[in-house]
């Protein structure tokens, strides 16, 4: 069978033309001058005064989920990117590094990519919406992640540095038990042999951290011969903001 369409012959008489007469107007034809092709990556903005560019950042919005979908996961795209990178410019240095969010936070996940990861505009677009926190500060326990403080029921509690690092790496790994062992290389890690604290003093730290829990020393909670681990609870607020530490998992 053929492909081509056939065309029914034209049941109108095709009127006959016609010779004119009248002058044909000169087309006066427009000098365009010819432009220079610009490469579609040039930058339009002008770079800063003594600066000059060191490399990019590509801000990537997938999760595991996205992720898996499309039959790969987020190891699989970031070898894949350095290898690519690796053929194109074998003198190029990588860092990657994955941006964590709380459970349910909601927003376009390559925003919530560029705020974890301090990207300048998308923090200061946060810090704009970003209410007044002071104003309005609920009861029970807040755990300012991005401001390294705790307010109990509205006051500033007053933990010290390491009592401060003890919850937040609790807080930053809730609904996991965290031995004694971990505690101690995380939260002394780089210290000399002298100075890491055996297992027992976590307990002593916990202990304290607790009396200025007050009522919701509970929060904390102790899991008999293995450590302590944090679950959610209706007291407790952890506020994340744009300052908050992103594990690098690669």
Request: glycine fraction near 8%; hydrophobic fraction near 40%; aromatic fraction near 6%.
């Amino acid at each position: 069978m053929s492909n081509t369409a056939l065309l029914d012959r034209p049941t109108t008489t095709t009127r006959h033309l016609r010779a004119v007469t009248a002058p044909v107007p000169t087309i006066r034809r427009a000098t365009v001058p010819a432009q220079p092709a610009s490469p579609a990556s040039v930058p339009t903005a002008a770079l800063p005064v003594s600066t000059a560019p060191r490399g990019f950042a590509l801000y990537v919005g997938i999760d595991e989920a996205k992720a898996a979908a499309s039959g790969v996961s987020l190891g699989v795209l970031v070898d894949a990117l350095r290898r690519t990178l690796a053929e194109l410019a074998p003198g190029a240095e990588t860092y990657a590094t994955v941006a964590l969010a709380p459970v349910g936070s909601g927003g376009r996940d390559v925003d919530v990519v560029r705020l974890a990861l301090h990207e300048p505009s998308a923090v200061a677009r946060a810090k704009q919406q970003e209410p007044d926190e002071d104003e309005h500060t609920p009861s029970g326990v807040v755990v300012d992640i991005s401001r390294k403080r705790v307010l109990i029921d509205g006051e500033s509690a007053a933990f010290t540095f390491k009592e401060f690092e003890l919850l937040q790496y609790l807080v930053l790994r809730e609904g996991r038990t965290i031995e004694r062992a971990e505690l101690v290389s995380s939260l002394w890690q780089g210290a000399g042999e002298e100075d890491v604290p055996g297992e027992r003093t976590i307990d002593v730290h916990v202990r304290r951290l607790r009396a200025k829990l007050g009522r919701y020393e509970d929060i904390v909670r102790t899991v008999r011969g293995i450590g302590y681990r944090f679950d959610r609870h209706a007291d407790v607020v952890i506020r994340y903001g744009h300052g908050s530490p992103s594990p690098d998992r690669f």
